[in-house]
């Protein structure tokens, strides 16, 4: 890795250290061409301390360390992008990453609806939402509706309507989110199951 360390000040290079899995954004320090060796050699993430003029290997003191699993260099050969499984918190104020974050898996458009019906669920006017009533109406219900769904998308595969066979499919994983949040689970959760039986 042919690394420019000439760009910035003191022979430093901008370090974003990313959660392997999740691929949350952690934290961000610097390395200088020893940090960068010791950290290729050693598997635990090294960052040149500006503030105690060293070497610092995260978790050195509270046992948190950054197990090294990847390291990319940018276009400009001027910032690494390293990819780690941390072992605890990555913040010295014990959170997840330094702003603050869970650092759980984020299936954007997913996790947002996850989040509205969550909103909908503990809302008190099921007479305007279509899914507080459905909460209203109980596990039952909810569970019977995905059965449904999944009948529809069944029919609708054997068809030639690719459209109908999307829409169904999406009225499926929609209403099955719904039933995990009702048995107090979510699609992180599932996911998981997934990557123990890979």
Not at 86 to 107: A, R
Not at 116 to 131: H, L, Q
Request: charged fraction near 30%; glycine fraction near 6%; charge should be negative.
């Amino acid at each position: 890795m042919n690394i420019d360390y000439t760009k910035y000040q003191d022979g430093l290079v901008p370090a974003i250290i990313q959660d392997s899995t999740t691929k949350k954004v952690l934290m961000l320090g610097f390395m200088n061409e020893e940090a960068f060796l010791k950290t290729s050699e050693t598997k635990k993430v090294t960052f040149f301390s500006r503030t105690k003029n060293r070497l610092w290997t995260k978790g050195e003191e509270s046992g948190n360390f950054l197990q090294l699993d990847a390291i990319a260099l940018d276009c400009d050969q001027d910032s690494l992008l390293i990819q780690v499984t941390p072992v605890g918190p990555v913040c010295h104020k014990g959170t997840d990453t330094c702003w603050g974050e869970d650092n759980v898996s984020d299936f954007g458009f997913i996790s947002s609806l996850e989040s509205i019906i969550e909103s909908r669920k503990i809302s008190a006017d099921s007479e305007k939402s279509y899914v507080a009533s459905l909460f209203e109406k109980g596990i039952n219900k909810i569970a019977q509706k995905v059965g449904e769904e999944a009948v529809e998308v069944v029919i609708e595969a054997k068809d030639d309507n690719d459209g109908l066979f999307l829409d169904e499919s999406a009225d499926l994983l929609f209403h099955y989110l719904i039933l995990l949040n009702a048995k107090g689970f979510s699609i992180n959760d599932v996911v998981e199951v997934l990557k123990k039986r890979q």
